[in-house]
């Protein structure tokens, strides 16, 4: 199989704290950093954050009415998108506008995902569906295949492909005749009797019904 990037040894890489810690006032869900490495976005409550690399911040995006859960820069760099428990998806642009709300997901929306040539993105959703937008608006297609929430989606470099994981212990992969090219089933360490288990009123997290992950935010 041909690699799609060259291999790199990181296992030689020492990392370090470069320089600065970013003090938030709440959980950050998100971050992403801008394709020049200049800038950062970061998702916390149901605000977004522009940083510079060297500290400072430098914007603050209101709009979303629940906790953002996912925020990714377009590869241009002149804009991003973020996806909330409110059900939308809303594309900004750095300077600071609201340039586009897109709606169809029928659950919170949990991942969104730039394709390389910034023409449309992809959203991941509770309602266990993923979406393909434009994003001058209109929504592409949908595709089924998840029996449980979405948890995270991502083009392949190229464009071409996509993959989704998914709380039904899966991970698709999706061509570009719009049909899943490949399904991996990844055994869940809830299954696992070695893996402790946490539980809220005697259920896993896995059991708690959608309405109770909408009021995230109001506990944050």
């Known amino acids: 199989m041909t690699r799609l990037v060259p291999k790199r040894k990181f296992s030689t890489i020492k990392y370090k704290l470069l320089a600065h810690t970013f003090k938030n006032k709440s959980m950050v869900f998100s971050v992403n950093f801008s394709p020049d490495g200049l800038y950062f976005i970061s ?70 995902n730039f394709s390389p040539d910034c023409s449309s993105f992809i959203s991941g959703s509770h309602d266990k569906t993923i979406k393909l937008w434009s994003i001058d608006g209109p929504l592409i297609r949908t595709f089924t295949g998840h029996t449980y929430y979405v948890s995270s989606v991502n083009f392949s470099p190229n464009g071409l492909s996509f993959i989704s994981g998914s709380w039904d212990d899966t991970i698709k992969l999706w061509g570009p ?33 959608p309405e109770l992950f909408d009021k995230i935010s109001e506990y944050l």
């Open 43 to 112: 998702a916390s409550g149901d605000t977004i954050k522009l940083w510079s690399i060297d500290g400072p911040l430098i914007r603050i995006f209101t709009g979303h009415t629940s906790l953002v859960t996912s925020v990714n820069f377009s590869p241009d760099g002149s804009s991003f998108i973020s996806g909330s428990l409110d059900k939308t998806i809303k594309l900004w642009s750095i300077a600071g506008h609201l340039i586009r709300t897109f709606t169809g997901h029928a659950g919170s929306v949990t991942s969104v």
């Open 177 to 209: 005749s719009h049909i899943v090219l490949r399904t991996k089933l990844i055994k869940s360490a809830l299954k696992d009797k070695k893996v402790t288990r946490h539980k809220t009123n005697s259920r896993t997290l896995r059991d708690l019904p």
